[in-house]
């Protein structure tokens, strides 16, 4: 399992809490989960299993402001062992050329 993150060159926009502890369980735990920072990833993907699914939510900046009532945010589910990975493999390669 893994975690690929990134976009800006500003790590501070990340909830710095949540990269620490998953940091911590990669460097736990380096043969079941990687933790990587990309040079410029804006994707919001989940991969598992035979499911794909595609968000513009932002999970890491998030920090669960209670001011903020509404937030509008859209994503896509798709399923089928075929497309997912598919999907998997774009993204795996794009992890490989970008790490930071």
Known sequence: MGIAYGYSENASESDADAVRKLQNLADRYPDHFHFTRLKSAHAKVLLFGD???????????????????????EG?????????DDQRQRYLAQIDAERA
């Open 51 to 73: 499911v794909w699914i595609t968000t513009s939510f932002n999970w890491l900046p998030f920090r669960g402001d209670r001011n903020r009532t509404y937030r509008s945010e």
């Open 76 to 84: 896509t589910l798709v399923r089928g062992r075929s497309r997912a």
